[in-house]
């Protein structure tokens, strides 16, 4: 039986962040990190597009409001204070129609009352900013939005957390359920644990675990795989990210142009769903179990929840996709994009009660666990925010508070 103050379970960027904030907040106390995985960033925080977002997106009564501003910050500083790749590129959000007006002025005064700075810009001003871009009559520009490299951050946090922090990082270690009913005792695949504590960071499980502690009972993870295809176009051949305009209802940011660091292009995502929790390529990870659960509740996606299935897999066509991406940008040469590059699984919740894709962040806990069950886009941009937040809750709950009610998006991831 290993002892300890807290345990972590799940070594992704929520996870690497927690462990990062409970050392800053408590520095006496023992901090365990676990993951099933030899190294950390095997999932969704190795796989990210590496856009770092400004906060314009979310409602400002949401979490993502809240706390993706200040996500972006200190991201930012953080890059640059470990000289780490990082390209203030800035993005565009283009209209494609005049019906797209309505949502570049509810996206402004979204980014009014999450005070974020963003501009509101015309053709000839966007095209100042990007000579390629596509837009009718106006677009809105956010010079805060950046590009970063998620498995450099990552690889630093890991340093940091093992030779600054004196977190103890334990890898190749899976979780497997709780002791007992009313125990802080886990059990894995190579020791017990008892912890003073235990916060549950295992994205695409995290529902499952939340389940052995008797919370997220009426929510399941749902996975949805997304693949950018990689342009062999020479560096600087955009200036700054594109998107379109998004369809509010859709939890998804449609089709987009980004920059790498290193100023490459990118186009994507996809967004189809995935027929197991790891299913990144072929059958690698398959789970009947899984498969035959998950079908069955993307039935429910389709039928409630306003994602448009048949549009997303259409999306499985690089042709398709560079197609809808020349609606964007000028002089996009097909050839160019010849191949996808890594997918990546996005851990989208889902509410067997109302049949709905959860938009914001969803905590659940008590004075003896912590559940991160929703940390979905921008996760990675507001990891360094969400895990002071996540702290916060934790101290409030083991002095007998309760987390703090925020209204949940409706219409937006």
């Known amino acids: 039986m290993i002892k300890t103050d807290f345990l972590i379970i799940g070594a992704g960027i929520v996870g690497i962040s927690i462990a990062r904030e409970l050392k800053r907040r408590f520095p006496d106390q023992h901090v365990i990190l676990i993951e099933k995985e030899a190294d950390v960033a095997k999932h969704a925080s190795g796989r990210n597009s590496g856009v770092?977002?400004?906060?314009?997106?979310?409602?400002?009564?949401?979490?993502?409001?809240?706390?993706?501003?200040?996500?972006?910050?200190?991201?930012?500083?953080?890059?640059?204070?470990?000289?780490?790749?990082?390209?203030?590129?800035?993005?565009?959000?283009?209209?494609?129609?005049?019906?797209?007006?309505?949502?570049?002025?509810?996206?402004?005064?979204?980014?009014?009352?999450?005070?974020?700075?963003?501009q509101m810009v015309t053709t000839e001003e966007a095209r100042e900013i990007e000579p390629r871009v596509k837009t009718v009559g106006r677009a809105l520009y956010s010079p805060t939005s950046a590009a970063f490299d998620p498995v450099r951050v990552m690889g630093q946090l890991k340093t940091e957390a093992l030779m600054k922090a004196g977190i103890r990082l334990q890898l190749g270690i899976r979780y497997l359920r709780r002791g007992s009913r009313d125990s802080n005792v886990v059990?894995?695949?190579?020791?017990?644990?008892?912890?003073?504590?235990?916060?549950?960071?295992?994205?695409?499980?995290?529902?499952?675990?939340?389940?052995?502690?008797?919370?997220?009972?009426?929510y399941r993870i749902l996975p949805f795989r997304g693949m950018y295809v990689n342009s062999k176009e020479m560096a600087g051949g955009l200036h700054t990210h594109i998107y379109p305009a998004p369809n509010l209802a859709n939890p998804f940011l449609g089709i987009h142009f980004i920059l790498t660091p290193d100023e490459h292009i990118k186009i994507g995502p996809s967004a189809s769903p995935g027929l197991w929790r790891e299913h990144y390529d072929g059958l690698d990870n398959f789970s009947l179990g899984e498969f035959f659960d998950i079908v069955f509740r993307q039935l429910g996606v389709m039928l409630g929840s306003g994602v448009d299935i048949p549009a997303e897999i259409s999306k499985h066509s690089i042709k398709h996709m560079v197609e809808l991406g020349s609606e964007m940008v000028d002089n996009v040469d097909p050839d160019l994009y010849p191949s996808w590059g890594k997918p990546g699984i996005r851990a989208q919740l889902y509410d067997i009660l109302t049949r709905r894709l959860e938009m914001d962040f969803v905590l659940e806990g008590d004075n003896k666990s912590m559940h991160v069950l929703n940390a979905v886009s921008p996760a990675f941009t507001s990891s360094f925010a969400f895990a002071r937040y996540i702290v916060s809750q934790i101290y409030k709950l083991a002095h007998g508070g309760q987390i703090e009610k925020v209204k949940q998006e409706t219409d937006h991831p």
């Open 187 to 218: 059990l894995t695949d190579l020791h017990a644990y008892e912890a003073g504590y235990v916060i549950n960071a295992a994205g695409l499980y995290a529902d499952v675990v939340a389940r052995d502690f008797g919370f997220g009972h009426r």
């Open 52 to 118: 770092l977002h400004a906060g314009f997106y979310y409602d400002a009564d949401s979490l993502k409001a809240k706390l993706t501003r200040e996500g972006n910050l200190m991201m930012s500083q953080y890059c640059q204070e470990h000289k780490l790749p990082f390209n203030r590129c800035g993005k565009l959000v283009v209209a494609r129609s005049e019906s797209d007006f309505p949502i570049l002025d509810e996206l402004y005064a979204r980014a009014q009352a999450n005070n974020v700075e963003v």
